[in-house]
């Protein structure tokens, strides 16, 4: 890796624990009640009323909370999709049917995740989706995204790039995570929105 590689993903290490910090300090009530305004806002997404597949993800922790907004989807008939994590990192897909459908599952010393209970569908389930809803930490004014690191949705960002799909990008954030810059390396790719519980932002 260069020199230039390797200022860039300590920059990104150090951006990461700055924002978990801030994160970590939100109390249950205030992610509730961040996850209900972001599930209001993310609706109201032309690309999110118009799709029949979306591929979403279930929210730990602090983060922006998404289950409000994946059981109004699936109110509106919509197919939700949500990540299975494989061992080498890669994401499969099961589709999500309410909240019974999910199995918490403790990955080695990372984070338990809810996954998809039922029949895996592959990596490739994914070039389906009309919308892919990404996590993040933070996003710029360019629509570069800040990940947790562990390079699972780069691997869908490429996987959709080969398969010359085009779904929406949209990353889900708090307010706060929308920043100046974000540090970018080669394989990184622009978002084409961000919702937060105030609003939304495109990005060209």
Do not use: C
Not at 46 to 73: F, K, N, Q
Not at 76 to 85: S, T
């Amino acid at each position: 890796m260069s020199h230039i590689g390797r200022a860039t993903e300590a920059d990104k290490r150090m951006l990461r624990r700055e924002l978990l910090a801030v994160r970590n300090r939100l109390t249950a009530d205030d992610v509730r009640e961040s996850a209900d305004a972001l599930a209001g806002r993310a609706l109201e997404l032309p690309e999110l009323a118009h799709a029949r597949t979306v591929a979403a993800y279930v929210s730990v922790g602090s983060e922006p909370g998404t289950l409000a907004l994946l059981d109004a989807l699936r109110e509106r008939g919509v197919r939700v999709l949500l990540p299975a994590l494989l061992p080498d990192n890669d994401l499969d897909w099961g589709a999500y049917t309410g909240e019974g459908s999910l199995a918490r599952i403790q990955h080695g010393g990372k984070m338990a995740l809810f996954e998809p209970a039922g029949e895996r569908l592959g990596p490739d389930a994914v070039t389906g989706a009309d919308v892919v809803l990404l996590p993040g930490l933070a996003v710029d004014a360019r629509g570069m995204r800040l990940g947790r690191g562990g390079g699972s949705y780069d691997r869908v960002l490429a996987r959709l790039e080969r398969a010359d799909a085009h779904p929406a990008l949209v990353v889900l954030l708090y307010d706060s995570e929308v920043v100046g810059h974000v540090p970018e390396e080669a394989h990184d790719r622009p978002v084409h929105a961000v919702v937060t519980p105030s609003g939304v932002r495109r990005f060209t």
